[in-house]
């Protein structure tokens, strides 16, 4: 989450003790925010359909009319939701268990029907790009 800003993290305290919560708030008249938090709504309920581990909705207000704003407010999980600035050659080899080198699996991706990052978890060596380039800190 952001410092100071949309989403974020509730720290709420009664005598039972302390609760993290996050709340996700959006422009009811945004096009871009009503899509993103349907979004958000429609993935943790398929979430909590399938147990998987995720965050769990605790209320939505998606036309802004209980909270004069659309709002999400959502369970947190341990960990961080920080972007590394750099990925780990074994996160990457990670993925290929996920994904494999299919080239049908890009995320939804037109990447030419190239693969833009050969992955290997057979490999201890460098990884490469599929120019056959390797892939370096930064690049």
Do not use: C, Y
Not at 59 to 75: I, R, W
Not at 111 to 117: I, K, S, V, W, Y
Request: charged share 15%; glycine share 12%.
């Amino acid at each position: 989450m952001r410092a100071g800003g949309n989403p974020w993290l509730l720290r709420l305290v009664d005598a039972g003790g302390t609760s993290e919560v996050v709340l996700k708030t959006g422009d009811v008249t945004a096009d871009l925010d009503r899509r993103q938090l349907i979004t958000t709504v429609t993935a943790l309920e398929l979430a909590a359909d399938h147990a998987l581990p995720a965050p769990r909705l605790i209320a939505a207000d998606l036309d802004g009319s209980a909270a004069g704003t659309m709002t999400v407010l959502m369970t947190v999980l341990p960990g961080s939701s920080k972007i590394p600035r750099v990925t780990s050659a074994a996160q990457l080899r990670a993925l290929d268990g996920m994904f494999g080198q299919d080239p049908q699996h890009r995320g939804g991706r037109d990447l030419g029907g190239q693969p833009a990052l050969v992955i290997s978890a057979a490999s201890s060596g460098p990884l490469q790009r599929a120019s056959g380039t390797p892939v370096t800190a930064g690049s």
